[in-house]
């Protein structure tokens, strides 16, 4: 008997990741932007190692609810704005519009770390259901979604993430590295 998507090894582990990310991001209100952005160089490639990982599976048009709200996702934005402050802002080459633009594109750490958020959450959600194809299909839609934008977003956010930890005026506590 072929075993289901949804209860695959890496899937198990690609959950706990992702709820994860989104229960930190969650949690931001009252943390340093120092620890934030640390935190954040450590999560993201983590993420993006277990999407990477997830196991084939077709999506069957299954409804999936979308459990974050506009309000949701404003919200974080705006945590993550606030934390980032000057640094939320960085210039993207990998955007199709830069093609046809004279001007760099400008993007926002916040707005694509939101945009992750939104994407893993409502993953988080729908697998939280219990039902074997309501979590298979969204294994199929979160693996597709990863493929086709937020992975990108991912890793395109990590670099400007990198730049602000190791090259701004940001004071990172290096403590725990010693």
């Not at 004279?102 to 926002?108: A, E, I, M, W």
């Not at 729908?126 to 086709?148: H, K, N, Q």
Request: proline residues 3%; glycine residues 2%.
């Amino acid at each position: 008997m072929k075993s289901s998507a949804a209860f695959d090894k890496n899937t198990v582990e690609f959950v706990t990741v992702a709820a994860e990310y989104c229960a930190y991001l969650e949690q931001i209100f009252d943390k340093e932007p120092e620890r934030v952005v640390d935190v954040l160089c450590k999560l993201l490639p983590l993420v993006y190692l277990k999407a990477t990982m997830l196991p084939e599976a077709e999506p069957e048009g299954l409804y999936l609810e979308e459990s974050v709200t506009e309000a949701d996702y404003e919200e974080i934005r705006t945590l993550l704005a606030q934390k980032l402050g000057e640094n939320d802002d960085y210039l993207e080459v990998f955007v199709e519009d830069m093609k046809y633009s004279d001007t760099p594109v400008r993007k926002c750490i916040s707005e694509d770390l939101a945009d992750i958020y939104q994407a893993l959450r409502n993953f988080v959600q729908s697998y939280r259901s219990g039902l074997d194809e309501v979590m298979t299909e969204a294994v199929a839609v979160c693996a597709e979604g990863f493929r086709t934008y937020w992975g990108q977003t991912l890793a395109n956010t990590l670099r400007a993430v990198h730049n602000v930890r190791f090259n701004s005026d940001l004071e990172i506590d290096n403590s725990f590295y010693d």
